[in-house]
């Protein structure tokens, strides 16, 4: 079960890493100077920030809370007691109380896994959709930056 988690938590960060990674990089074709160069970029961000609505800072911070937060409480402990309990109870009924509650206790842990994994999977499913947003509006942004930057004699990449 903490393989599981582990691994929705580990797919979760490499997602939010590919979003932040690939951003533009400007190269002077005109020989621009590394003053010059750093007043155009501050310059092309306010204008393509200002034009997109996209802040590139408030999104890589949404989609790191969002690769945090895809780590939960530990599944499957409580459905496996109350999985006892509801076996004892009907182990009782039926005379042996003992084999009920191991009965119940195996249900209420499979029950559990079901769910966890059902779980899991729409965490990743909302989590792809949410990682695809995040991209688009990234990329919203950067063409207006590419095209600010072009515009000032740069070559973005």
């Known amino acids: 079960m903490h393989r599981v988690v582990i ?13 932040v990674a690939a951003e533009p990089v400007a190269y002077p074709t005109k020989g621009q100077r590394f003053d010059k160069q750093n007043r155009d970029e501050y310059e ?39 999985g006892a309990g509801m076996g004892a109870m009907r182990g009782a009924a039926e005379g042996d109380a003992g084999a009920g509650a191991l009965h119940g206790a195996g249900m209420g842990r499979l029950i559990a896994v079901i769910r966890s994994r059902r779980q899991m999977e729409q965490q990743q499913q909302a989590g792809a959709a949410q990682s695809a947003d995040l ?4 990329d919203k942004y950067d063409r207006a930056y590419a095209a600010c930057m072009t515009g000032r004699g740069y070559d973005v990449k």
């Open 7 to 19: 691994v929705a938590s580990m797919m979760a960060l490499v997602c939010g890493a590919v979003i």
């Open 44 to 82: 092309c961000h306010a204008s393509a920030q200002k034009e997109t609505g996209v802040d590139p800072v408030a999104v890589a911070e949404q989609a790191t809370a969002a690769s945090k937060s895809d780590s939960g409480s530990k599944p499957g402990l409580g459905s496996a007691v109350g």
């Open 135 to 138: 991209r688009a509006q990234l």
